[in-house]
Every structure is written in C-alpha cells, then in structure tokens.
C-alpha cells in the first residue's frame, strides 16, 4: 500500500511536469493547428539557462521568472521571424522548420554547455512534512509550481480582455480580426505563454532528472500523450491528461513489478514505461480521436 | 464627401477574378443596399472593403485610403462587418462575445452605454447573457453578430444576408432594428441581400451587380421601379 501511495505521489509529480508541457503544445494547437515539436528542446534550452544564472550565483527563485521572461520573448520572436512568412503554407513545411527548431537548440544546448550531464540542485528544502514517507519534497514542488503556473494561466485567458482575445482570436481568427483584434499578434504572444510554461517544466523537472540536451525528448512524448489523452483541442484536458498519464505510467510498471514478484511473469516494468505511453496515445487515437475531454471539430465544406 | 467611394475596385480568389472594376459610393447616414444574383460579388465587395481579400483599385472612408491596409486596422477606423454565416465565437458566451468585440475600445463608459443599448435592441440577448453563443438559435445568432459589429461603434455597417435562413417575423424584427441602428444611432449601412424586396424597403440608394460590374444604380425607389430589376429579382 505504501509502496502504490508512493508511485502515484511520483506519477503526479511527473505528471505536473507532462501537464505543462501538453497545455504548451496546446496553447499553439489550438490556435495554429500545428504541434510544436520544438516546444520540449526549448523547455530544455530554458533550463540550461537557468543553471547558467544560477552559476553565476543567481539564486533558483530570481533565475525563474528571468528564464519566464526570456522564454517568453524568445518565443514571441520565434512567431514573428520565423513562423510568420509561414502563415498559409502548408504543413509538412511547418514540421519541417519545427524539426529544424528542435535540432537548432539541442545543438546550441550541446555546443555551448557541452553534452555532459550536470546535477541541478533543488530549490526545495528537504524538509518533513506529514505524508514526505510518500512523495519527496521537490516532487510536492514541482506539483505546487505546476499548479500555480495553471491557475495563473486560467485566471488569464478566463478574465482578462487580453486572455479573451486571444480566445477568440484561436477559436475564430477571421471574425476576431472583424472585431479589430490583431490575430497575428495573439499567435506571438501565444507562443511566448507556451514557451514560457515550457520553461516553467523545464527548470522544475532539471533538478529531477540531471540536466542534459536529452532532457526532454521522452518528456515531450509524454506530454504530447497527455495532450492526446485529454484532447488535444482543450487546454484543461490536455492538464488533465498529463496527471493521468503521469500516475498510469507509474501504476502500470508498479503493477507489472507486482505481478513479476507474485507470479514470475514478466509483462511490464520501469523500461517499458515509454512504452506504454505511447500505447496509450495510439489506443486514444484509435478508440476516442478527440480525447477524454476534447471536442469533435466538424468542419463545413 | 462621401462616407465610402471605392473605385475601379478588383478583386481576386487566387488567379480567379470576381469584381472587375466596380465603383460606387455611399453618403453618410444613408441605406444603401448591392443587390445581384448568386456570383454577382456582392460579397466580395464586402470582404474587399474590409480587406479581406485580394483588391485593386481604391477604396476611401471619408477621404482615407483603406485599401490594402490589415483588415483589423480598417476595422478599427469605423467599419463593422456582419459577415456571411454570422461569424460567432461559438464557444464563448453571449457576454463574452460582446465583450471581445469590445476590445479595442478605450472609452469603456461608452462601451457600456453601447451595451445596454444593444440589449434595448435585443433584449434576448440580455436574456442569453451567459450562454453559450453556439447554442443560441439562428436568429439569436444573427442578433449576435449585429451586437458584435455595434459594440465597434462603428461609422459603416456592412451587413452580409443578415435575412438568410431566418423565419419571415425574425427577419422582420431585425430589418426594424436596422433601421433604429440607421437613425438612432446614426451608423450607415451597406446592405447585400438576397430578399431584393425586403432591401429596397429599407434602402435609400441601390446598386445592381452582375458578374462582378455594377449595371445599375440609383434610388431605391427608382430601381424597385425598374422592369428589368423587377423581372429579375423581385419575382412579378
């Protein structure tokens, strides 16, 4: 009992880390149609600049909104130069200069920090707290930031007249552009609150699990399941998803780990958690195309 | 001066031209409507007005060149656009709607007043305030969509088939607001219909569209007159 407590506090804590990374995915989707594959690369590239600032004796809470801050302009700059001429073309050709985007920072992570992998420090105190048997301190952490960084971002988009707009912008962009709002714009700025929450998982997940330029590549596999799962057109399901996809992982490998111990059979363990992950994106796909909480887009031709 | 001249406008979908030099102009204050069967391009016209399309040739609102410019700047200068299919935020609520329209504005007062006056017009609405707007009926939407465009307190309304798929007494109700908008609110309208009886009611001045060449124009009254109009699209 303890041991299953234990693996779902770990399933939530990683999961908190595939939320955010599926509602970046999502903030772009959703207006753009388009799946960032870059989004975990540039997480990643956050992150080393963060340990940066922290080498330079930045402590971790003051380097966090920096690395916010900068990740959010680099985003917006990315939609403006690069993506902008781009509006109309067609897909593969999108892909492609997301491809190249991946490749871009996992290089520039690689040539300027070098591949080495480095140790980030927690900001959390390793402190006891009722119920610390079941989940660390950093991983509580990282649930709590993840959390806090959603309801920042809901209370945005639900009652400001930017958030409003930028609704509106991704949900009708020709009738957003008759009420006078700049679409273009809204896309930019979309693509800084995504690249700014990527930073956000980012930093949060350096400290658990090293920080290198492959940091996030299974990462963004596990976010991009959690977008799937939840529906890959609503931003609430995508966090959703990324939670439920966190916890199963965990549960599945647990319960294989239980049934090699009582049976002897082997099925499933920690080395086929990537797996399974991606078993449940195809079984999704498959079974409910718009997901748990997505909605069917029916398109008039 | 006129309120919108546009001149020798063309306009084109990809290599296909629709418009091929049209010119008209509309007073302030006035009703004017483009009538023109099916292809005629009166909705191009409008979607060339708000820069939705590909133009050549000039489009002025009181003297100002418009055309070419991003149609949210344009908007921003005074025109609103019912456009065709009404072009509701369907998953946002009636509130929220008029409040995105809402969104350039700096006098928030005045945005407020215009609120309350589009719910005097439509006091469904007010009724529908936290619905979602997917779920209101046709007409609600079409109600909608002209509170959306008047939330821009807008010097030109451009109003694409606001009577298409509408029951008769609905289609009845917003032709009178219509006109209240007209003299009440001192917005000008350019109309494009396909009830050509209905439009040259309302009206003052009419144009007539045919593949993309305006053939006729003048006052509503003498185009209601006119055999070859009455044959053509009023049915008698």
């Known amino acids: ?301 | 001066m006129s309120l919108l001249e546009v001149t020798a406008l063309k306009a084109y979908y990809g290599q296909t031209q629709v418009l091929h030099g049209v010119s008209f102009a509309l007073e302030a204050g006035g009703i004017t409507t483009l009538l023109g069967a099916n292809g005629a391009g009166k909705t191009t016209t409008l979607r060339s007005i708000c820069g939705m399309v590909a133009t050549e040739g000039a489009i002025r609102l009181d003297g100002e060149p418009i055309a070419g410019r991003a149609t949210e700047e344009i908007v921003r200068l005074g025109v609103g656009h019912v456009p065709e299919g009404r072009g509701t935020f369907t998953h946002l609520t009636v509130d929220e709607n008029l409040r995105v329209s809402a969104y350039t504005r700096r006098d928030k007062a005045a945005a407020r007043r215009d609120r309350d006056m589009v719910f005097e017009y439509f006091p469904i609405l007010k009724a529908r305030i936290g619905q979602q707007a997917g779920t209101l009926s046709g007409g609600e939407q079409q109600m909608l969509a002209i509170s959306r465009a008047l939330m821009l307190r807008p010097r030109l309304l451009l109003l694409d088939e606001p009577s298409f798929g509408l029951a008769p007494l609905i289609v009845e109700e917003i032709f009178r607001i219509m006109r209240r908008v007209n003299s009440e609110a001192k917005v000008s309208l350019l109309l494009v219909e396909q009830n050509a009886a209905l439009a040259l009611d309302l009206a003052d001045h009419a144009y007539v569209l045919e593949t993309g060449r305006v053939v006729m124009s003048g006052s509503a009254a003498d185009v209601k007159r006119d055999e070859g109009v009455r044959k053509s699209y009023l049915g008698y």
């Open chain 1, 1 to 301: 009992m303890e041991q299953l407590l234990q693996q779902v506090g770990a399933g939530l804590a990683n999961g908190a880390i595939y939320a955010s990374l599926a509602l970046a995915l999502v903030m772009i989707f959703v207006s753009t149609n388009h799946i960032n594959f870059a989004q975990g690369e540039m997480a990643m590239f956050s992150a080393y600049i963060a340990w940066q600032f922290m080498e330079w004796g930045l402590s971790f809470w003051l380097a966090l909104p920096l690395v916010m801050a900068l990740s959010f302009t680099t985003g917006v700059v990315i939609e403006r130069t690069i993506l902008r001429p781009l509006h109309g073309a067609p897909v593969l050709s999108v892909v492609v200069v997301f491809i190249g985007l991946l490749t871009i920072f996992h290089a520039l992570a690689g040539g300027i920090w070098t591949y080495t992998i480095k140790a980030v420090p927690s900001p959390f105190p390793e402190v006891a707290f009722p119920g610390s048997g079941y989940i660390g301190s950093h991983q509580l952490g990282m649930i709590g930031v993840t959390v806090i960084v959603l309801i920042a971002l809901f209370t945005f988009f639900r009652f400001t007249p930017l958030g409003l707009a930028m609704r509106a912008a991704a949900q009708n962009p020709a009738s957003a552009r008759l009420a006078g709002i700049s679409v273009d714009w809204m896309l930019a700025l979309g693509w800084g609150l995504a690249a700014a929450v990527g930073a956000v998982a980012g930093c949060m997940v350096a400290p658990a699990v090293y920080l290198e330029p492959n940091m996030m590549a299974s990462i963004l596999l596990y976010g991009f399941a959690g977008a799937l799962v939840g529906g890959i057109s609503s931003p609430g399901g995508a966090v959703a998803g990324g939670f439920i996809v966190g916890v199963l992982e965990n549960l599945i490998a647990y319960l294989g780990n239980v049934v090699e111990r009582t049976t002897g059979l082997y099925i499933v363990g920690n080395g086929e958690k990537l797996t399974v992950a991606l078993v449940i994106v195809i079984a999704v796909l498959t079974l409910k195309p718009s997901g748990l909480f997505g909605h069917v887009t029916v398109e008039r031709v």
